[in-house]
């Protein structure tokens, strides 16, 4: 069974940095290509960054230069490390793999 968990979120301020993780289990995990979603208030659900097995990163334009997302295969865990946060980043933010998701993780921006 597949699952995964995240954590890390909280409330921030502007320009301030969180560290999300997330744990997976049930499938091969150093094989795979992990993503993390984000969905605000309203709005769609988008991608935010992606990993592949290869370690390649791909980021979307609000985020590149911001947001750093890892792996670590031993821990079977990905990260997303978020600096200069905005407020405009407030949404809660998930982890995926392939039609797996986590259950989010609310990541607020605010002063």
């Known amino acids: 069974q597949v699952q995964l968990v995240e954590s890390g979120g909280g409330l921030v301020q502007p320009g301030g940095s969180l560290r999300l993780s997330c744990a997976a289990s049930?499938?091969?995990?150093?094989?795979?290509?992990m993503n993390w979603y984000r969905q605000a208030p309203g709005k769609q659900r988008e991608l935010v960054a992606e990993i592949t097995r290869g370690g390649n990163t791909n980021y979307a334009a609000s985020v590149k230069g911001r947001f750093t997302i890892s792996k670590d295969n031993a821990k079977n865990t990905v990260y997303l490390q978020m600096n200069s946060l905005k407020v405009e980043d407030t949404a809660v933010y998930y982890c995926n793999w392939e039609k797996s998701w986590g259950q989010g993780t609310q990541v607020t921006v605010s002063s």
């Open positions: 049930g499938f091969i995990f150093q094989l795979n290509v």
